[in-house]
C-alpha cells in the first residue's frame, strides 16, 4: 500500500530496494521505514549479519565472492529488486550510484531510479564533457585543457605545451570517477610525464578508463559544494554550501555548513552558478556541485556529484530538510513544495568522518573485531553508522566506521559540541582517527575557520597524534571496571580526584581512558 504522501504521485512505489551496504544503506532503510515505505537490502556473503540487514524489512542475497559479482553486479541487484517486489531502487553513494548504465538499466526494467536521468550522470560524470557543458552554461570553470594524445604516440609534445599554456603548478586529472584517484599533482616541467602516466594507470585501474587532462592547481584554496534539488517540472533550488577543505589525499575528513569563508554574497553568486550547472544537464533529485573559493573570493567549478554526497546530513541540519525524502518525493513524480525563499541557515553542524585507520601509519586502514562500541548519545549530536559492538571491520570495504555530526547555535558552540562528543566515544579492537580528529578541530588554524584543501598535505600530522594503550589492556581496564561496579553509571567517590587534561571532568575514569585511547 502506498503511503498518504504519494497518493498524487504520478510514478508511485511502496518498497525500495537500496543498492548498498554499511552506514548509507541504513541510513536510507530508516528513512524509508520514516515514510511509510519497505526497505530491502542487498548484502553479500561477508554482510551476512550486518547491521543493514538486521534493519531491513528483506534482505536479498548477492551471490558472489567479490564487488564485481556483489555490489556493483547490475543484473544482480535488478534481479533482487523483481525478487523481493521492491518497485524502486536507492543507489546511496559510491558502488553503482554514478553508472549512467546502471541507472537506464534500472528504468528499462521498469523501475523508478532514485536519481537524475542516465544522460545527466554520464555528462557530469565525464569531467571533460562537464566542464565543456559548464563552460556552455556561463558557470565560471579552473583553467584546463583537454589532452590530444593518440594511443600508443609519446605523448610528452602534446603534454609539456598544454602545461605551458595552463602553468605551473597543475594538476594530471582522471576524466572518469572521482574521489582523488587519477589525480597527480605537477610542481615543475620535468615531473610531467612520470604523473601523467601514473595518472592515466591509475585511472584506467579505477574507472576502466585513462583519459586524463590537465588543470591549473589552485593551492590555498578551500573546497565548497552547493546542495541542489531539482524536480522533473523544471523547479530548481539550492539549499546553501558546506566546506570541506579539509582533506587528506583529496579525501574529506571534516565538513561543516556554513562555510566559515563564505559571505551572503558568494553564497548567492556560487548557489545561482550550481543551479545552473544543475539545469544544464536537466538534473532530477539531490545533487552536490563542488567548486573551488580562493582567497580573493573567487570560485570556479569542480565537478558535479550526482548522487547523495557522505556528507550531506550537515545541510539537513542547518536547513531541517531531509535530503533522502526529497529524494524519494522527486522520484515519484511530486513537485518541490519547498522555493528558494524557504532556505535559511540555522544554526552551524560539522561532521567528522571516523575510520579505522592508523594515523601515525600514513592513515593505514585497520582491522578487528569492534570489542567495545560506544557513540555518545547527547542533544545535539546525531551518529550515522552502520556498524555495533561485535562486528568486524574487514578489508573488503571502504574503512569509514561512522560519521559523527554535530548542531549547535553557533561554529564556535558546534565545535566545543564536537570535541565533547569525540572525548565520550570509545571504541575498543580496532585503531581509528578518534584522537586525530579532536585534536585537528582544537588547532588553532580549524577553530579560527582557515583550513584549506592542501593543509593536511603540507603539515607535520606529529603535533596531531596522541599515544596509543593496547587494546587488550583496554578492554580488561573496561572489563574489570564493570565487574567493580565502576562505570559511568555508578562512580565512585574516590576517583573524585581524576581530572580530565582536555574536558576539565572529574570523578569519571572513562573520560581518562578515552583521552588516552580514542
Known sequence: MFPDWMSSAPSPFDSVLVANRGEIAVRILRAAKESGLRGVAVYSDPDRNSFHVEISDQAIHLP?????????????????????????????????????????????????????????????????????????????????????????TNPLGVLASSAARVGYPLLVKASAGGGGKGMRAVHEPKMLRTEYEAAAREASAAFGDGTVYVERLLTGSRHVEIQVLCDRYGNSIHLNERDCSLQRRHQKVIEEAPSPAVTAEIRTSMGIAAIRAAEAVDYEGAGTVEFLLTSKGEFFFLEMNTRLQVEHPVTELITGIDLVQKQFEVAAGLPLEISQDDIGITGHSIEARIYAEDVSKGFLPAIGKLAMWRPPSTPGVRMDSGFREGDEVTVDFDPMLAKLIVHAPTRNAALRRLDSAL????????????????????????????????????????????????????????????????????????????????????GDPFRTLKRSFP
Open 423 to 506: 572525548s565520550e566515544f570509545i571504541v575498543l579492537g580496532v585503531t581509528t582517527n578518534v584522537g586525530f580528529l579532536r585534536e585537528i578541530t582544537r588547532s588553532k588554524i580549524f577553530s579560527e575557520g582557515l583550513v584549506t584543501t592542501d593543509f593536511l598535505d603540507n603539515t607535520d600530522l606529529e603535533e596531531f597524534l596522541q599515544p596509543q594503550i593496547n587494546d587488550s589492556i583496554l578492554v580488561s581496564i573496561s572489563a574489570a571496571s564493570s565487574r567493580l561496579g565502576i562505570d559511568r553509571n555508578s562512580i565512585n567517590i574516590n576517583s573524585e580526584n581524576l581530572i580530565d587534561e582536555y574536558s576539565g571532568h572529574s
Open 64 to 152: 558472489g565472492t567479490n564487488l564485481s559479482e556483489t555490489y556493483l553486479n547490475m543484473d544482480a541487484i535488478i534481479s533482487a529488486a523483481k525478487q523481493s517486489g521492491a518497485q524502486a531502487i536507492h543507489p546511496g553513494y559510491g558502488f553503482l550510484s554514478e553508472r549512467a548504465d546502471f541507472a537506464k538499466a534500472v528504468v528499462d526494467a521498469n523501475l523508478v531510479w532514485i536519481g537524475p536521468s542516465p544522460e545527466a550522470i554520464e555528462t557530469m560524470g565525464d569531467k571533460i564533457s562537464a566542464r565543456r557543458r559548464m563552460i556552455e552554461s556561463n558557470v565560471p570553470i579552473i583553467p584546463g585543457e583537454e589532452l590530444d594524445i593518440e594511443y600508443g
